[in-house]
C-alpha cells in the first residue's frame, strides 16, 4: 500500500474518522448547500430531492475513502468523483460553474474546523492549516482554478465568497421540504438546531435559522454521555433507524 494520503495523526483523520464531527459537517453542508446560487445542478439528476441523507452518506464514503486511503487510492477517488461531474455536464450539455466547486471546498474546510470545535476544543493554527491543505490537495487534483495559496488566503476568500454566492431560492424551500419529510418533524427541528450551532452567520440570517439555540446545553450533557459511552445509544434514539448501519460506520477509530 502507498504512502497515506493524510498522515495517520493529523487531525484530518480525527474530524473525519468521528461520527459526531462527521454528522456536523453535513448538517452545515446541508443548509449552505441549498442556498448555493448553483444548486440546480444538484437538482439535475433528480437524486439529491428523492433521497438527500442516502446522498449525505453517499458523500461521506467519498471524504472518508479519500482521507483514510493510501496516496494512490485517494487520488484514484478524487478522480472517480471528477469523472462523476464531468459525466453530469455532459448529460446537460453545460459545465458546472468554477465557483461551486470552490464553495464546496470552502465548505468541507469551513466545516470542518467549526465541528472540530463544536465537539472538542479550538483548534490551532497549525491544525486549521492541515486541513487546508489536505482539500487543497483534494482541489488541485480535481483541477480546480483559483485555489487560494494559503489558510490566510483561504480565510479571505471564504469571507468574499459568502456574501455574493448565495441566495434563498425555491430550491432552497423545496429542498428543505424533502428535509422534513425524510427526517420527521422532531429530527427536523433537531437539524435546525444543529445547523444554528454551526453556520456562519450569513447561511443562518438567509436560512432565519435561531440565533440563540437550545442545543448548547444539550451538547455539554452530549459529551458527558460520550465520555460514559453512551453517545451510541442516543445516535440511534435521535437519527433515522434505516441509516443504523451507515451511522455506525462513520466511526473509523
Known amino acids: 500500500m502507498s504512502s497515506p494520503f493524510v498522515n495517520n495523526d493529523s487531525i484530518v483523520r480525527k474530524i473525519w474518522g468521528n461520527a459526531d464531527t462527521v454528522l456536523l459537517i453535513f448538517a452545515g453542508a446541508a443548509a449552505e448547500f441549498p442556498l448555493n446560487k448553483a444548486v440546480d445542478w444538484l437538482y439535475y439528476t433528480g437524486r439529491l430531492?428523492?433521497?438527500?441523507?442516502?446522498?449525505?452518506?453517499?458523500?461521506?464514503?467519498y471524504a472518508q475513502q479519500i482521507?483514510?486511503?493510501?496516496?494512490?487510492?485517494?487520488l484514484a477517488a478524487i478522480d472517480r468523483i471528477t469523472a462523476i461531474h464531468k459525466a453530469v455536464e455532459a448529460s446537460r450539455g453545460d459545465k458546472i460553474p468554477d465557483v461551486a466547486y470552490l464553495d464546496v471546498l470552502f465548505m468541507l474546510i469551513d466545516y470542518s474546523i467549526r465541528s472540530a470545535e463544536l465537539m472538542g476544543r479550538k483548534l490551532n493554527i497549525a491544525e486549521k492549516m492541515e486541513i487546508f491543505d489536505v482539500f487543497h490537495r483534494v482541489g488541485s487534483r480535481m483541477g480546480l482554478k483559483r485555489l487560494p495559496p494559503d489558510y490566510e488566503r483561504w480565510l479571505i476568500m471564504r469571507s468574499a465568497y459568502l456574501q455574493p454566492n448565495l441566495l434563498r431560492s425555491t430550491f432552497t424551500e423545496d429542498l428543505y421540504r424533502q428535509y422534513k419529510r425524510h427526517l420527521g418533524a422532531i429530527r427536523y427541528y433537531i437539524l435546525l438546531q444543529a445547523q444554528a450551532m454551526v453556520a456562519p452567520?450569513?447561511?443562518?440570517?438567509?436560512?432565519s435559522l435561531p440565533s440563540l439555540t437550545i442545543l448548547y446545553p444539550v451538547l455539554l450533557a452530549y459529551k458527558v454521555f460520550r465520555i460514559l459511552k453512551f453517545d451510541k445509544l442516543i445516535k440511534a434514539l435521535l437519527l433515522p433507524a434505516a441509516y443504523k448501519v451507515q451511522i455506525a460506520s462513520l466511526d473509523r477509530g
Not at 428523492?50 to 461521506?60: C, E, I, N, Q, Y
Not at 482521507?67 to 485517494?74: C, D, L, Q, T, Y
Not at 452567520?201 to 438567509?206: D, E, F, G, Q, T
Open 49 to 61: 430531492p428523492a433521497d438527500p441523507l442516502g446522498r449525505l452518506f453517499s458523500t461521506v464514503q
Open 67 to 74: 482521507v483514510f486511503s493510501g496516496h494512490e487510492e485517494a
Open 201 to 207: 452567520a450569513k447561511v443562518r440570517k438567509l436560512l
